[in-house]
């Protein structure tokens, strides 16, 4: 069994930033194959950013220069660091691990971005 439990999210205002963090727990030995994804009301849900199983990160464009995903294999943890947000951004962050075919994710956190 795999549990993550993401922390952060919040209301900021426009051009505000935020840090998500994404702690792993269960049989999990890295942070490799995991990411960020958001899920906007009515929308669909879209990958954010992720770290490859090279150790890499992949970022959506919309997010590319703003956005930085980052781990700590240690803690099992990883962490989205959002500046210059946008109310485009609002949405629910969850964050997932794939193991194999599997992925796992978690239960969420709200991210609002508005004056």
């Known amino acids: 069994q795999v549990q993550l439990v993401e922390s952060g999210g919040g209301l900021v205002q426009p051009g505000g930033s935020l840090r998500l963090s994404c702690a792993a727990s269960?049989?999990?030995?890295?942070?490799?194959?995991m990411g960020w994804y958001r899920q906007a009301p009515g929308k669909q849900r879209e990958l954010v950013a992720t770290i490859t199983s090279s150790g890499s990160s992949n970022y959506a464009d919309s997010v590319k220069g703003r956005f930085t995903i980052s781990g700590d294999n240690a803690k099992l943890t990883i962490y989205l660091q959002m500046n210059s947000l946008k109310p485009d951004d609002t949405a629910v962050y969850s964050c997932k691990k794939r193991i194999g075919f599997i992925d796992y994710w978690g239960q969420g956190t709200q991210v609002t971005v508005s004056s």
């Open positions: 269960g049989s999990i030995f890295n942070i490799y194959n």
